[in-house]
């Protein structure tokens, strides 16, 4: 399968594999068959309260809305991620590695009715099994690539398990960090850190320490002892912590 090397503002190189065509059938049907639960629920709810005529309409305005909306909702407030592309490690980012927009989104979306086409999503099978990178038609019109992550849950827990002796596990730093590093600096952070294997010696570095630079900055940390690389590292392992509270082999930090 092929590989698509993308450019990050940070003139970092990043190899991104795209998705294949049974993963994200499978991811599909994940999904499809939650929208089908929820739809049967909400109609058999409804034809218990509601008179026959009100149950109907309310049960196909929610097949609607579920069809339309669930994959543009996920797929924007879930970082690229509907249910069934988390269960499977999948993503939709931007063609260029970046997270997808709104618009994107509503494109690649629209264009699933003719994807969909003649059955169970024909014409997108015919599509991704010709494009190289796997794309199927609104991928393609919307600038859109699905790719695998295949690393990302495995790679918290070691994350979290790393550096156990680092100097950020004390109630300062760790109460700076929970305060202000939101959700998307995580992802963020998490990301380098998985990608970080696959960038030139140079760039690793360069970006590594770039990174902990405005980190240290922000979180008033001077810890210029440690690498780039480490800190980031040691900074990522506390965010992806099962637990916020220092363990019992904190290392006092100055005072």
Known sequence: MSELTVTTPEHVEI??????????????????????????TIGRLSGLLLPSAFGNAITITAGFLLTWGWHVWFEVKGQGRTPGKRALSLRVVDARGLPLSVHQALVRNIVRVVDFMPAFYGVAAISSMADPLRRRLGDIV??????????????????????????LRTPRAMRLIRHRIGLEERELLLAVCLRAEKMSPVA????????????????DIDDEGVSGENFVRDLTSVLFAPSVLPSKHTVPGPK
């Open 204 to 219: 690793r570095y360069d970006l590594m320490e770039e990174i902990a630079a405005s980190y240290r900055e922000r979180l």
């Open 15 to 40: 190899r991104l594999e795209p998705a294949g065509a049974g993963s994200r059938f499978l991811a599909v049907l994940i999904d499809f068959i939650i929208i089908a639960g929820i739809t049967m």
């Open 142 to 167: 919307a600038g859109t690539l699905v790719i695998r992550e295949p690393k990302t849950v495995a790679y918290r827990g070691e994350l979290a398990a790393e550096r156990r002796f680092n100097s």
